[in-house]
């Protein structure tokens, strides 16, 4: 005989699930950034290649994590907080699969640096990643415990990234005003940048999520001005 509390249970152990698969999804997308600046900096063909390729496994979980949550909003029809949790959840999924993109165009890009002059802007560039995939660590922790304070952390972090972007630009730019022969390689590097960029914009994506489902408000990138509304709970 199947109790009032038995669907409910259920229902909360599918979606912790579902929250586990986000965070496997989230470690692979990390974990390909990480693999394509590797391939850049060590002028590594192969890994490269192995990021390239393993975008179809990513594609593959962010499809299956979104059927998980589509799965339980028509098995379950969930009100209110879960409700939002789900379709949060959903909106992550297809940032986490962008970040996968941007992984694979650095590791595009190189491919194609392999025959250019080596100009990397190293500390800039290794900085970026390191920053980037943190953000996407920390804005997913955060989703999965709760934590508005957390993911408000997150978003403060973009503005170093962004100058670290900037940083990449004005180097580079010296390199092809000085010498017209980099400016291919140049272009590419700035390329690179952007990508990582855009991976920690996505990451402050998420934790924007995250802020909207625990306090039932919106905010913008640059998030340290704001203040949670009086009497928000988790």
């Known amino acids: ?14 979606l912790a699930r579902l929250k586990q698969s986000l965070v496997e999804l989230s470690a692979d997308a990390e974990e390909a950034v990480g693999k394509a600046v590797e391939s850049l900096l060590e002028r590594d063909d192969a890994k490269a290649q192995a990021v390239i390729q393993g975008d179809r496994t990513i594609n593959r979980l962010e499809s299956g994590v979104e059927e998980q949550a ?30 996968g993109d941007h992984a ?25 990643a390191r920053l980037a995939r943190r953000m ?3 804005a997913l922790s955060a989703f ?26 004005r180097i580079l730019l010296t390199h092809m005003m000085e010498d017209q022969r980099v400016i291919g390689s140049g272009m590419e590097l700035l390329l690179v940048s952007r990508n990582l960029e855009r991976v920690a914009d996505l990451a402050t994506n998420v934790a924007e999520d995250v802020v909207f489902l625990m306090e039932g408000r919106t905010i913008k990138h640059h998030a340290e001005d704001e203040r949670p509304p009086a009497g928000a709970t988790a």
């Open 70 to 99: 589509f799965q339980l909003i028509a098995l379950h029809q969930p009100m209110a907080r879960d409700l939002r949790l789900l379709f949060a959840a959903i909106q992550i999924v297809k940032d986490l699969e962008r970040v």
């Open 144 to 169: 999965v415990k709760g934590d508005a304070g957390l993911a408000r952390d997150v978003c403060r972090r973009d503005d170093a990234v962004d100058a670290l972007n900037d940083s990449v630009f």
């Open 1 to 14: 005989m199947t109790t009032p509390l038995e669907p409910q249970k259920h229902f909360h152990e599918e």
């Open 104 to 128: 694979v165009n650095i590791a595009q890009s190189a491919e194609r640096l392999a025959g250019y002059p080596h100009i990397v802007p190293e500390p800039e560039i290794v900085e970026m």
């Open 136 to 138: 996407l660590a920390d």
